[in-house]
């Protein structure tokens, strides 16, 4: 049986295809390992330069006790503080806002909500799939700390839930001073999830 083979013409098509795929296949990944790079290297950073002005301040106020005051209305894209969840391995830098650019290097303080150190409830979002990843381990009564400048605000976890996107409720007010996580659901879902995943935490007295 005589085989056809394809000539000069049909062969550099044909390796220019292959070419094009390799190129689609690797553009993609290369972004990806360019935005968890830089991620990366954002929040070695501005973890640096937050513990070098903490030292400080944990230094006077040690020297001469004073009221702690809740930090100033920051600006988008400042860093408020570092978020710690320490038995599940969580330890986050989190700016002001929730645009795709904040949440591609931090986790995000959602704009409306109380600030660290206000009465009301202070609202963070992250990606499920970079910094709350770990969230699917979260557990009634674990320790969660909210680092500032202004001071070191403790909570507890005291319940999760799934709410629909527009559930925006969940960020309201409570009556008390609480902390609401925030990222998307199902963790394992490929594309963007249908629904959100919800952290609710109570601040403890006296921090």
């Known amino acids: ?6 000539g000069n013409s049909a062969r550099r098509k044909i390796q220019l295809v292959q070419r094009a795929l390799t190129v689609a296949g690797i553009l993609p990944l290369a972004y990806c ?19 070098r002005e903490l030292r400080p301040k944990r230094a006077a106020t040690a020297a001469a006790p ?6 100033a209305a920051p600006e988008s894209g400042a860093v408020v ?14 700016v002001e806002g929730v645009e795709d650019g904040d949440l591609k290097r931090a986790a995000g303080h959602i704009p409306g909500t109380a600030l660290p150190g206000e009465p ?14 770990p969230l699917r381990a979260i557990r009634r009564d674990d320790a969660i700390t909210l680092n500032t400048l202004g001071g070191a605000y403790r909570y ?6 799934v709410v629909g996107p527009e559930d925006v409720q969940v960020l309201y007010p409570t009556g008390r001073d609480t902390l609401t996580l925030v990222t998307c659901f199902p963790f394992d879902y490929v594309g963007s999830a249908p629904k959100r995943f919800i952290v609710r935490a109570d601040r403890l007295l006296g921090t």
Not at 1 to 6: H, N, T, W
Not at 81 to 94: A, E, F, K
């Open 1 to 6: 049986m005589r085989v056809l083979l394809p």
């Open 33 to 51: 390992v360019v935005v968890f790079l830089n991620a990366k290297f954002y929040q070695a950073r501005e973890a640096r330069n937050f513990a």
């Open 66 to 71: 004073t009221p702690r005051a809740p930090v």
């Open 81 to 94: 503080g570092r978020l710690d969840i320490p038995r599940i391995g969580i330890s986050v830098m989190v």
């Open 120 to 133: 009301g409830n202070v609202g963070i979002a992250a990606h499920r799939d970079t910094f709350f990843r």
């Open 156 to 161: 507890r976890v005291v319940s999760t839930e």
